[in-house]
């Protein structure tokens, strides 16, 4: 590892380098803009944040849109997202917030362009939320929401590729919180919260059937998962009572029938950001685990705070 650290010096002075160029030209939209990102790469559970924050908006008498990178999306870009649209041409985050949100969505490598399609086609949208963009920093922000993962943390503290930092852990604590997923808050600081992933049922993604997690203990069962931290699905899953034969894929993995022929008979468990790419590839075998962020009372209502105190524009 020692190694890679002088590469580790120059991915940082390069990316920092980039991040003054584009605060310093950076634009602002005509509504307040939220980004839940992190610092570390793979899977910390942005994307069910994200989900949580915009029903909290909606209580708050808010009309929210959605902003995604649409990574592994085949565009064209900037794209519009509604519920019918395909994973492969938005991605998969984006097309899974658009199912499970029903408010407008936009996705885009540049967020700007996202976002200015999205308030062009949706008038009354008055707060966008950006699903990860933590660096994209060509956009201005109001707020700022860094989600770590509790049983990784910051690895080792060196940016990448000698560690799994994007940036210094010392960014996290410039957002006006942490999100930990999983894990006590209390080492991350005094402006650390906790939240759990909470998945107590799968939906068969053909018959819409639903069944309890439960169910699926007393017989052969797979699982799959082509995201950030697959085994964190999969402790899921066996903490649940299951004892799955399991396949991690690559994040954003774009699925083939021939990758559930492991499974032969048995069905198969995934998460909702597969099972968006997975519609019609094995018949009434796949079944979806969708997830909800759970906050503690306290920790919900400061984020609920903070979301309550972002500017409401004029009307445009």
Avoid at 207 to 233: K, M, N, T, W, Y
């Amino acid at each position: 590892m020692a190694v890679l650290r002088p590469l580790a010096c120059a991915y940082g002075a390069v990316a920092d380098a980039r991040a003054r160029r584009q605060r310093d030209a950076a634009e602002s939209l005509p509504v307040p803009v939220v980004v839940v990102g992190n610092v570390a790469v793979g899977g910390t559970g942005k994307t069910p944040c994200v989900i949580w924050m915009v029903g909290e908006l909606r209580k708050l008498g808010r009309e929210p849109g959605v902003l995604s990178r649409g990574y592994g999306g085949r565009g064209p870009f900037p794209c519009l997202v509604d519920r019918d649209m395909r994973a492969v041409r938005c991605g998969d985050e984006a097309a899974l917030i658009a199912r499970r949100c029903g408010v407008p969505v936009a996705c885009a490598p540049d967020r700007v362009l996202a976002g200015r399609a999205l308030l062009a086609a949706h008038r009354d949208v008055d707060v966008l939320v950006c699903d990860d963009g933590l660096q994209h920093y060509r956009l201005r922000r109001d707020l700022e929401l860094c989600v770590v993962d509790g049983a990784r943390g910051f690895g080792n503290g060196w940016r990448l590729p000698a560690g799994p930092l994007r940036e210094p852990a010392s960014r996290a604590h410039e957002c006006a919180v942490q999100l930990v997923n999983g894990a006590d808050a209390a080492p991350y600081g005094p402006h650390a919260l906790r939240f759990d992933l909470r998945g107590e049922c799968a939906q068969n993604l053909d018959s819409a059937e639903r069944r309890s997690l439960e169910s699926f203990a007393d017989a052969p069962v797979c699982a799959v998962a082509g995201i950030g931290h697959p085994e964190r699905f999969f402790t899921a899953l066996r903490q649940a009572g299951l004892r799955p034969r399991v396949r991690a894929f690559a994040d954003h993995h774009r699925y083939r029938a021939r990758d559930f022929a492991f499974a032969g008979d048995a069905p198969v468990l995934m998460t909702e950001k597969d099972a968006v790419k997975c519609e019609g590839l094995a018949p009434g075998k796949l079944w979806m685990v969708p997830v909800d962020a759970r906050f503690a009372p306290a920790a919900a209502a400061r984020v609920v705070e903070l979301l309550d105190r972002l500017p409401r524009p004029r009307a445009r």
